[in-house]
Nanobody
Framework: QVQLVESGGGLVQAGGSLRLSCAASGRTFSSYTMGWFRQAPGKDREFVAAIRWSGGNTYYADSVKGRFTISRVNAKNTVYLQMNSLKPEDTAVYYC??????????????WGQGTQVTVSS
């Protein structure tokens, strides 16, 4: 069992940066791929980024590639999402998830409660 708690969301102006954190509990954290997803009002949840358990493989949605960086510190049971050059269209609730290395939300077994990110123009 893995429990996930996100933090670090907030209000930022376009062009600014935020770093999201996801703290995990559970002894098996390091065996899971960790992913970040987001859901904007009225839209479907979409994949943002994923990182394998070893940290050696990462994958990004085209919409965030070059602006967002996912990382993890297994010793701290924490995964991060550094978001730079934020745009208003990045506004969403951001969720971290633990599961298989995939862009599909259905492949992730555990989800956090989400943290709101709002980017003003």
């Amino acid at each position: 069992q893995v429990q996930l708690v996100e933090s670090g969301g907030g209000l930022v102006q376009a062009g600014g940066s935020l770093r999201l954190s996801c703290a995990a509990s559970g002894r098996t954290f390091s065996s899971y791929t960790m992913g970040w997803f987001r859901q904007a009002p009225g839209k479907d949840r979409e994949f943002v980024a994923a990182i394998r358990w070893s940290g050696g493989n990462t994958y990004y949605a085209d919409s965030v590639k070059g602006r967002f960086t996912i990382s993890r510190v297994n010793a701290k049971n924490t995964v991060y999402l550094q978001m730079n050059s934020l745009k208003p269209e990045d506004t969403a609730v951001y969720y971290c998830a633990a599961g298989l290395f995939s862009t599909w939300g259905s492949e992730y077994d555990y989800w956090g409660q989400g943290t709101q990110v709002t980017v003003s123009s």
